[in-house]
Structures are given as C-alpha cells and as structure tokens.
C-alpha cells in the first residue's frame, strides 16, 4: 500500500493502490500515521508525498464494499484518520505533496496538510466529502479555510466541485504547476533545497506560521523574540554567516 525510499535526505513516501486512484483503504490509515511519525524522528530531512501512476490519492478507498456500520466502529475509523493528519501537522521538517492527477476527499486534504504543494498542469482537486453525504475530514476543515479564506472554503466544501490546477494555483492550493514529465525532476530540485536549509530555521519557521492565525501580533512578536534569540546563539548561524562572508553554500547541522 505504502512504499518508503530515502534518497539521500529526501523521504519519498508512495501511495501504491493505482487501480483505485491510490484511495486509501479503511485499515492503512493507521499505517500512514505510523510511517510519517517514523519520517518525523528518522534523520531524514525533508518528507516527499506521492501517487503511484497518474494520481495523487483519491482519499478513503469506499469501493464497492463500504456498508455503513455502528458509530463506535465509524468513530474509531475517523480516529486513525485524524492520527495521520495530526502527524502531518506536528512534522517540524518540511514536507511537499507531489500532486498529478486527482486529488479529492482526504487525499485533497493530505495535499493541504504538506507544507508546499507542486501539481501537474493535468492536476485536479476537491472537497468531494458533500457529494458522499460526509463533511470534511483529514483536517480539511482547518487546512482549508487558512489556505484559501473562510468564503471560499465554504463554496468549495459545500458544493464538492471539481477544479483544477490553474485555479488551485490561483487561490493559494497549489506553489508551482509543472509539466507532467517535469514532475518529479522539479520536486526532487525543491526537496534538495529544502533539504539543505538550516533545520533549526526550518523548525521555528513551520511553528510560528502554524499558530499564526492565533496569535495576536503581540504575541507573535513575542514568539519571534523567543525563536530569534535560540537561533542567534546556535551553530547553524555562525556557519550561515561564516558561508556568507566566503561565499560558499552552508553546510548546516541542525545544531
């Protein structure tokens, strides 16, 4: 269901279920949380999220199995799905979703939950949940809004439509839209960037751009006074500045 690859400091994480849109079954979603909080304590620097063939993920695999069950059985389903998105969330190392092809449901979701999104010009997103008779999950009802403002999130989420890659660039999904046979050469280039940028920076980055929309300016103010003062006493700023006045590129440590 799930491969795992590391080259060299780059995670690729594949979903590997093609025939069915690289859907999710209702038994691997535990799997995933596992495998991102393994990336979350493992040396690697940054996590890559991908499709296998020509999607991205789909979201819950339904098929034509899906009966509904008991509340308690739905509850602790919706439990291992809120596992994998909180460990995307509490991931401090950069993460980018490799998006081709469709991206609807939770996989939409798990588009939003990585902190860049790069989508190929065939890409095509939704928040498909209303058109199920469910409503957002996977953290959507939270990612969303923070991505493309509350009334736009509400247009989306509650007709389920369709859009594609142009339009998610426009109101903020999508970083960068790329040529489908460009796809992982332009990820594999954004993730050895990432890759070698200074994780400590890195780190306090993510958190305070996070809890941005619940801070008030003073106490972001605040957060940045905490973070900055950490950083300026670290390793990675003396070789940050030590690389600027050689001019050569820094070799950062984490430290």
């Known amino acids: 269901m799930f ?39 493992s040396d690697a620097r940054v996590l890559v999220i991908e499709g296998a063939g020509e999607d991205f993920c789909s979201g819950a695999d339904v098929g034509g199995s899906f009966a509904p069950g008991s509340v308690t059985t739905a509850y602790e389903f919706m439990d291992h799905v809120g596992q994998a998105a909180a460990a995307l969330h509490a991931l401090d190392k950069p993460s980018i979703a490799a998006v081709d092809g469709v991206a609807v449901g939770a996989g939409m979701n798990l ?47 509650l007709t389920g439509r369709v859009f594609g890659a142009e339009e998610a660039e426009r109101i903020g999904i999508v970083g960068r839209i790329v040529a489908v046979d460009r796809l992982r050469d332009e990820v594999a280039a954004l993730a050895a960037e990432l890759a070698a940028g200074a994780p400590l920076a890195q780190r306090f980055i993510k958190t305070g751009l996070d ?5 008030s300016f003073a106490e ?23 690389a600027f006045v050689q001019k050569r590129d820094p070799e950062f440590r984490g430290r």
């Open 3 to 41: 491969r795992v690859r590391d080259e060299g400091p780059v995670r690729w994480l594949t979903i590997e279920n093609p025939a069915h849109r690289n859907a999710v079954p209702f038994d691997q979603w535990e799997r995933l949380a596992l495998l991102i909080g393994e990336f979350g304590s």
């Open 111 to 157: 588009a939003l939950g990585c902190d860049i999104v790069i989508a190929t010009v065939r890409a095509r997103f939704a928040e498909i949940f209303v058109k199920r008779g469910l409503t957002l999950d996977f953290g959507g009802t939270w990612l969303l809004p923070r991505r493309v403002g509350l009334a736009r999130a509400k247009e989306l989420a």
């Open 211 to 215: 809890q941005s929309f619940e801070m």
């Open 220 to 242: 972001a103010l605040a957060y940045e006074r905490r973070a900055q003062a950490l950083l300026l006493a670290s390793e990675d700023v003396v070789e940050g500045v030590t």
